[in-house]
């Protein structure tokens, strides 16, 4: 489908200019000033000196592969995160705060994965010399990654309150308390997301711009250090989480062995979700905070990819290994669970 869309743009453009030679980002003169994420949607600045959209009548990009790896990979977010939110509306006793989270996580890289698409039919199909385009994308983008960063963090605070207030979480926790912290997370997102629009751009200075165009590099680094704070701040809480399970073995003697086993199994679970956050994530971060628009596009591709491969790691991590969740999957798709699926109530301390 990526392919297809990528190949109508082209066909389109060729018809419209009667079939005649186009400079190409390849041409001479030619360097890319990336747009987020896709750096081919970005626009091309020819041996002029001005500035037009990769998708203007007086250019035909060729099809990037990048461009089409993030397509995809946009494609399969979307996909899976649709039957996490599906699953979640059908199943009725699916509506504890835990769940919640897992929903707007999944909202979240639903989004995201959207924005990869729309990101690359705007590249190919959509004149994206257009400011309108460009700041459509780039607002979605960033308000759904922002979200999913952030419902991340409020999954792991989460299970750290449901382990250190063990008597009281359920009191505490309610499900209203929740909607209210998700909604606090989604309005600080889309107000990031806007600002790109309310003029915090480089649209009008080239010069400015980070290695995500119209991403400033002041706005670039700001939410790259944001997310840094992020990352460490999980790190804390994972390792308390991990000490609280440590002291809880060995206060229960008599499931010494079970707990044993149940906790190292927690901790490879924490570490692998850590490891998988961070080798997403903090590579583009780094290089947003190190790198500028005149950095070699390549590098921008090869961060950017993994940072939006996360997306479709978290409903593995978060959705699919949750047994409530498999037990919905098997009666919607089989209509029986099998035998050996785990009936016991999942809490949110659970890893």
């Not at 991340?152 to 499900?175: C, F, K, M, P, Q």
């Given at each position: 489908?990526?392919?297809?869309?990528?190949?109508?743009?082209?066909?389109?453009?060729?018809?419209?200019?009667?079939?005649?030679?186009?400079?190409?980002?390849?041409?001479?003169?030619?360097?890319?000033?990336?747009?987020?994420?896709?750096?081919?949607?970005?626009?091309?600045?020819?041996?002029?000196?001005?500035?037009?959209?990769?998708?203007?009548?007086?250019?035909?990009?060729?099809?990037?592969?990048?461009?089409?790896?993030?397509?995809?990979?946009?494609?399969?977010?979307?996909?899976?995160?649709?039957?996490?939110?599906?699953?979640?509306?059908?199943?009725?006793?699916?509506?504890?705060?835990?769940?919640?989270?897992?929903?707007?996580?999944?909202?979240?890289?639903?989004?995201?994965?959207?924005?990869?698409?729309?990101?690359?039919?705007?590249?190919?199909?959509?004149?994206?010399?257009?400011?309108?385009?460009?700041?459509?994308?780039?607002?979605?983008?960033?308000?759904a990654f922002s979200a999913s960063v952030l419902n991340i963090l409020a999954i792991t605070v989460d299970r750290y309150l449901s382990l250190y207030n063990a008597?009281?979480?359920?009191?505490?926790?309610?499900?209203?308390?929740?909607?209210?912290?998700?909604?606090l997370i989604w309005l600080s997102c889309l107000t990031l997301g806007l600002l790109p629009a309310l003029g915090w751009n480089c649209l009008r200075d080239e010069?400015?711009?980070?290695?995500?165009r119209p991403v400033t590099k002041n706005n670039a680094v700001a939410l790259a250090v944001t997310f840094l704070l992020v990352f460490a701040m999980m790190m804390?809480?994972?390792?308390?989480?991990?000490?609280?399970?440590?002291?809880?073995?060995?206060?229960?003697?008599?499931?010494?062995?079970?707990?044993?086993?149940?906790?190292?199994?927690?901790?490879?679970?924490?570490?692998?979700?850590?490891?998988?956050?961070?080798?997403?994530?903090?590579?583009?971060?780094?290089?947003?905070?190190?790198?500028?628009?005149?950095?070699?596009?390549?590098?921008?591709?090869?961060?950017?990819?993994?940072?939006?491969?996360?997306?479709?790691?978290?409903?593995?991590?978060?959705?699919?290994?949750?047994?409530?969740?498999?037990?919905?999957?098997?009666?919607?798709?089989?209509?029986?669970?099998?035998?050996?699926?785990?009936?016991?109530?999942?809490?949110?301390?659970?890893?």
């Amino acid at each position: 489908g990526c392919l297809l869309v990528a190949s109508l743009g082209r066909c389109s453009r060729h018809v419209l200019l009667g079939g005649g030679l186009v400079e190409g980002p390849g041409h001479a003169g030619g360097t890319m000033s990336p747009s987020w994420p896709g750096v081919a949607s970005g626009s091309p600045r020819t041996a002029g000196g001005g500035v037009r959209g990769s998708g203007s009548l007086g250019i035909d990009p060729e099809v990037s592969p990048w461009d089409i790896a993030l397509c995809i990979t946009g494609t399969l977010i979307s996909c899976e995160n649709a039957l996490v939110i599906a699953v979640l509306f059908y199943t009725p006793t699916l509506r504890a705060p835990m769940f919640i989270l897992i929903g707007s996580l999944a909202v979240a890289d639903l989004l995201a994965g959207l924005g990869l698409i729309l990101n690359f039919v705007f590249t190919y199909l959509v004149d994206s010399s257009v400011e309108f385009v460009t700041l459509l994308s780039v607002g979605l983008l960033i308000s759904a990654f922002s979200a999913s960063v952030l419902n991340i963090l409020a999954i792991t605070v989460d299970r750290y309150l449901s382990l250190y207030n063990a008597l009281t979480y359920h009191t505490e926790r309610t499900v209203a308390f929740t909607y209210a912290m998700v909604a606090l997370i989604w309005l600080s997102c889309l107000t990031l997301g806007l600002l790109p629009a309310l003029g915090w751009n480089c649209l009008r200075d080239e010069s400015a711009c980070s290695v995500c165009r119209p991403v400033t590099k002041n706005n670039a680094v700001a939410l790259a250090v944001t997310f840094l704070l992020v990352f460490a701040m999980m790190m804390q809480l994972y390792l308390q989480i991990c000490k609280i399970a440590f002291r809880h073995a060995q206060q229960i003697a008599v499931q010494h062995q079970f707990v044993a086993i149940s906790t190292t199994k927690g901790v490879s679970t924490l570490s692998a979700i850590l490891c998988a956050f961070g080798v997403c994530w903090l590579p583009f971060a780094l290089y947003s905070i190190v790198a500028d628009s005149t950095y070699p596009v390549i590098y921008t591709y090869a961060t950017v990819l993994p940072a939006t491969c996360c997306s479709v790691i978290n409903p593995i991590i978060y959705a699919f290994r949750n047994p409530d969740i498999q037990k919905s999957l098997w009666l919607a798709c089989c209509g029986c669970v099998p035998s050996g699926l785990s009936l016991r109530p999942r809490t949110s301390s659970d890893v």
